[in-house]
């Protein structure tokens, strides 16, 4: 096959086995290889279910769900493995082995992997992730938020050339937000292709370069976060909140002619521009201002 | 699927007649169904009850669940008919029917068999039939009503309400588990999970009593619930008719001295022996599955 995508659904339709619920209707998606893709939505949207189709944890009622040129209908959720890396919500769910460098091995070891390569990618791990103090101990032992890095560490070890992160930010601290925000950076740098769901709008504006809207089992947007956080007619028929700093720059600088800002620093450099601009126009106002500063 | 896959033993919703019953009239006729089912040796009474237990499963719309949940007879009622068979668990004389090289088959052996047999599945049949069409709370409620103590009562309804939510859990960590790869399909799959599954069940029930805590259980005063129960005429005869039947029953048996049939039942040797070996294959059948099930791929 030539250059298959990341992942193409075609018509996916999902119901619930127990019940008659319509969990997606009608879904298209293509991802590319190297996307990092954000996907948001109320819950109760659809959102876990499209990403549990990723990786065959659940398989279409109808239409397909192809992931690098495999159809995953006839495979099973270990043979996805290889390719599809899934983070789920609550680490406690994934979590098992008596310490954490064990937990970290676990994965590619099923998966084939060397031992001597093992050792490295646990090794690569443990510096990124920050987990030294605490690789002999075991998993429940260390902090939520520690945890949840462990979860996230004992799927990256299999580089899986996609990665589904579900809500990889909640009920983190400042800190291991910011390693996760890291390594998405990472991981686009490397090819991986990542697919985030999340309610972290700050995170995803930060690090996402494309946003997926859902809404009632349907995919209902689909382009740039600048595009998807600027839409306020959007926004407020998903009930979904732009990023502050991006409401703030809806409300102020867009009007005038400015960017819709995504991070604060964003906003500052057109600020800072502007400023700059009012200062050439009245020089003796910037001049006193800067003497008294 | 892994979350269905999971034993269902949890309240299936439902607007049937038996979902309607007070629980209290059914809870009279799982313990009379109980009481019975040991006061007799009667396998015809044990039928009747198996059959109506069935029936009353039918009306409530719960077959499909039922059936999954009684798989766990066929291991249990195979060893039971051929252990009893081979080495009956009533008082000398035996009547001995057959052999199978050095094994004597006994008929009184299959009819005890049988009894126990019926003992179960009686009973397990009522049990589940009610527990599925019987909303905790209610149960909590209507016990609650009977003076039942308030902590003894709120154990039992906490445990009947974390049956399905471990269900649940167990699912999503199976799930995660095979994210990562993880072969094998029998016990060694479902061995790590238990890790998991006992961590958060043990974090779980801590969170809940800090919680139940910091909410005033354990204060003084009369409680009321959310849901009410009603108590109907209809219900008041149900649960009548159930003392009166099963206490009659009872009665009657035990002054029959525990009316066996065994002398009056005669079964044909050919029977004895073709059951003995059906249920010999089906118990050693279901072993070597479960052993070969739990050593593929792992």
């Not at chain 1, 127990?18 to 209707?25: I, T």
């Given at each position: 096959m030539a250059d298959p995508k990341a992942i193409e659904v075609t018509k996916a339709r999902f119901v619930y086995p127990?019940?008659?619920?319509?969990?997606?209707?009608d879904v298209d998606l293509t991802i590319e290889h190297g996307e990092i893709v954000g996907i948001i939505g109320q819950n109760g949207s659809g959102k876990t279910t499209l990403t549990k189709l990723f990786n065959g944890l659940l398989k279409p009622t109808s239409g397909s769900v192809v992931v690098n040129g495999i159809d995953t209908a006839g495979k099973s959720v270990q043979e996805m493995a290889a390719h599809v890396g899934y983070v789920f919500q609550n680490p406690n769910h994934q979590l098992f082995a008596r310490t954490v460098e064990a937990e970290l091995q676990f994965g590619p070891r099923n998966i084939g992997v060397s031992e001597e390569e093992i050792a490295e990618r646990v090794a690569r791990a443990v510096e990124f992730f920050g987990l030294k103090d605490v690789l002999e101990e075991h998993p429940y032992r260390v902090s939520f938020p520690i945890r949840k890095l462990v979860g996230i560490a004992s799927i990256v070890t299999m580089q899986p050339s996609i990665l589904i992160l579900d809500e990889p930010s909640t009920g983190q601290d400042h800190q291991t937000t910011h390693i996760i925000n890291d390594l998405m950076r990472r991981l686009r740098e490397d090819g991986t292709t990542v697919v985030c769901v999340s309610h972290d709008m700050p995170l995803l504006a930060d690090v996402v370069e494309r946003v997926v809207v859902m809404k009632n089992t349907q995919i209902i947007a689909d382009a740039s976060p600048r595009e998807v956080f600027a839409d306020e007619p959007l926004m407020a028929r998903t009930n979904l909140q732009a990023p502050q700093i991006t409401q703030i720059a809806m409300q102020t600088v867009v009007p005038l002619g400015g960017p819709v800002a995504l991070t604060p620093r964003e906003l500052a450099d057109d600020i800072e521009q502007r400023a700059g601009a009012k200062k050439t126009a009245r020089k003796p106002v910037a001049a006193q201002k800067g003497a008294a500063s | 699927m892994t979350m269905t896959a999971?034993?269902?033993i949890s309240m299936i919703p439902g607007d049937s007649v038996i979902h309607r019953i007070n629980p209290i009239a059914k809870l009279i006729w799982v313990v009379g169904y109980i009481v019975l089912a040991f006061a007799t040796q009667n396998i015809l009474i044990l039928g009747v009850m198996a059959v109506v237990a069935f029936l009353v499963g039918i009306i409530a719309g719960v077959v499909k669940p039922l059936l999954k949940a009684m798989i766990i007879l066929i291991p249990i009622g195979s060893s039971l008919l051929a252990l009893q068979i081979i080495?009956?668990?009533?008082?000398?004389p035996w009547t001995q029917v057959g052999s199978i090289g050095p094994l004597a088959l006994y008929g009184d052996g299959l009819y005890y068999g049988l009894v126990l047999l019926g003992r179960i599945v009686a009973s397990l049949i009522i049990a589940l039939v009610v527990v599925m069409t019987t909303h905790p709370s209610d149960l909590f409620t209507s016990l609650a009503k009977l003076k039942m103590p308030y902590t003894l009562n709120f154990m039992l309804a906490m445990t009947l309400q974390l049956i399905p939510v471990f269900q649940r859990e167990f699912g999503i960590i199976m799930s995660a588990q095979k994210s990562r790869g993880m072969k094998g399909t029998g016990f060694s799959a479902v061995l790590p999970s238990f890790v998991p599954v006992f961590v958060g069940a043990i974090e779980r029930v801590q969170q809940l009593s800090i919680s139940l805590e910091s909410r005033g259980?354990?204060?003084n005063g009369f409680k009321t619930s959310y849901r009410q129960v009603k108590v109907r005429a209809r219900d008041w005869i149900i649960g009548g008719i159930g003392v009166i039947v099963i206490a009659g029953l009872s009665a009657y048996s035990i002054y029959r001295?525990?009316?066996?049939?065994s002398a009056e039942i005669q079964f044909s040797p050919e029977f004895v022996t073709g059951l003995f070996l059906v249920s010999a294959l089906a118990f050693f059948g279901t072993i070597a599955v479960t052993i070969a099930y739990s050593f593929k791929k792992s």
């Open positions: 127990s019940g008659h619920v319509v969990a997606l209707d | 999971a034993l269902p080495a009956p668990a009533v008082e000398r259980f354990g204060s001295g525990l009316w066996s049939l």
